[in-house]
């Protein structure tokens, strides 16, 4: 089942207090952070707080923490998602693997482990949390194997890393996170991180400290220092992670991204997904991408850029109705897409060409701005609108693209209200790849940093007046 987001989600919600920045972390680029704490701090008892969203679904085991200096049940403690997305609390014997699996990649999760092994109940010495509530089902339980009073490397001088697993030889996390906090010395509850909303009943995030001898708490705000202790301890040591790795994409404001789980589920698995779910590349022939968020109301900006090769097809198609990896985004009656020849693709393969003609390439950045309140669709190359488009025209729809009515769009079946989502097509060559920029994470060069009136998102060229990244917010206010 594809993961959407509409108006809410879990901890992917606008709240009071707010997450400024996150980390993106790529497997790829084999990216973590370490620290050896100079001298010990409670080994016994200690939470850990972390916020997540996934953005690689691919049966490896990815470690996203771990403590220790050797593969051995004393000297060992991670975190990982496992090899079937379940949630796995390891050392070389496992003590926790969920029955839950974690295959969301359109939201965040909240993880809090809470240790305290001098209590006298073998159950309560390790607990895990996942959005305000305990996990209780588990298909592996090895907490009776951990004796009362057991020292883990928890918090002891021994080297505790972040999004890898040096031991295991690697095995990197991709992902983004957020508000990783850690307490030395006290078992804490996770409603001393986190709240349900009053109005939702959705977990969020609250306002967050790190306490005790070796407790930290990392907000990712300083981009030129991404492993800055803001509770004033030992910074963590930088491993191929730079200010590039930073992110608005937060537990209280969560952008769109690649859609991990509709590749899966229609059979695809042709692309692959690589930093922070914002670019796709073909493995094979060409592939169909989408976004994780839908709107059926308002006005939203997106822009893309073919990285390698030009054949893209960026649009919008209806979830669930567009044909995804059967079809190109344009070429049934659920979708449409502009063309790099410069021309826009509706229903039977028809087509509209732009005038005056245009046509794009390899680095041109194509921006695409919807407005579901009138039925049209715009693009620009490089800042410039195609077909003397103007955005801002309303419902005279000047220079767009009428896909719900009118000499464009005709025998298409998207009707007002229809739920759209974004949808692409990268080239057909093996190996093209496309960029994605949503607002809040891209690898594309951006050297203007425009946002949108709301002050959401970063983009090359500034959105049309009116138009809004797909944010969770602005889902909130004009979706």
């Not at 990216?31 to 049966?59: M, V, Y």
């Not at 009138?374 to 896909?403: D, E, H, I, L, V």
């Not at 970063?458 to 917010?473: N, Q, R, V």
Request: with cysteine; aromatic share 12%; proline share 3%.
């Amino acid at each position: 089942m594809e993961a959407l987001q509409r108006l809410h989600n879990r901890g992917s919600i606008s709240t009071g207090y707010n997450i400024d920045n996150s980390l993106v972390l790529e497997s790829d680029n084999s990216e973590r952070l370490h620290k050896t704490p100079s001298g010990a701090g409670n080994r016994r008892t200690f939470t850990i707080s972390f916020w997540t969203k996934r953005t690689e679904i691919n049966g490896v085991k990815q470690y996203i923490f771990e403590a220790g200096n050797s593969d051995s049940n004393t000297d060992r403690f991670t975190l990982r998602f496992g090899t079937g997305d379940t949630f796995d609390i390891q050392s070389q014997s496992t003590w926790l693997i969920t029955n839950r699996v974690f295959r969301d990649t359109s939201a965040y999760y909240h993880f809090v482990i809470k240790v305290d092994t001098t209590d006298s109940t073998a159950a309560n010495r390790i607990k895990l949390y996942v959005n305000g509530v305990e996990e209780t089902s588990f298909s592996t339980d090895n907490r009776s194997s951990i004796n009362q009073n057991n020292d883990f490397p928890v918090n002891n001088t021994e080297i505790h890393n972040i999004g890898s697993s040096p031991i295991e030889g690697g095995l990197y996390y991709n992902g983004y996170i957020a508000e990783w906090v850690q307490i030395d010395g006290t078992a804490s509850a996770p409603t001393e991180f986190g709240e349900f909303d009053d109005d939702t009943g959705i977990w969020k995030p609250k306002s967050v400290s790190a306490s005790g001898t070796n407790g930290f708490y990392l907000d990712f705000k300083d981009s030129s220092n991404m492993g800055n202790d803001a509770g004033g301890g030992l910074d963590f040591t930088l491993v191929n992670i730079t200010s590039a790795d930073q992110a608005t994409d937060t537990p209280t404001n969560n952008f769109c991204t690649l859609n991990i789980l509709n590749a899966l589920s229609n059979g695809g698995g042709n692309n692959e997904y690589t930093e922070g779910a914002t670019k796709a590349k073909a493995l094979e022939t060409a592939e169909m991408a989408s976004g994780t968020m839908a709107v059926a109301q308002g006005k939203w900006y997106y822009e893309c850029k073919a990285l390698t090769n030009s054949d893209i097809m960026p649009g919008w198609g209806v979830p669930n109705k567009w044909g995804h990896h059967s079809n190109n985004p344009g070429y049934d009656e659920y979708s449409f897409a502009a063309h790099w020849v410069g021309r826009a693709y509706y229903y039977g393969n028809s087509y509209i060409d732009f005038s005056p003609s245009v046509s794009w390439g390899t680095n041109d950045i194509i921006s695409v701005a919807l407005d579901a309140d009138n039925g049209f669709c715009y693009w620009a190359k490089n800042g410039t609108w195609m077909n003397g488009g103007s955005p801002t025209s309303g419902s005279t729809g000047t220079g767009g693209f009428n896909y719900i009515g009118g000499s464009t769009g005709a025998n298409m079946e998207i009707v007002d209200g229809d739920f759209l989502i974004p949808a692409f097509r990268t080239n057909y060559a093996p190996n093209a790849s496309i960029l994605l920029n949503f607002g809040g994470f891209t690898t594309i060069s951006i050297s203007s940093a425009e946002s949108d009136a709301d002050g959401y998102g970063t983009f090359e060229y500034a959105p049309p007046s009116g138009y809004y990244a797909l944010c969770t917010k602005n889902l909130e206010e004009y979706g």
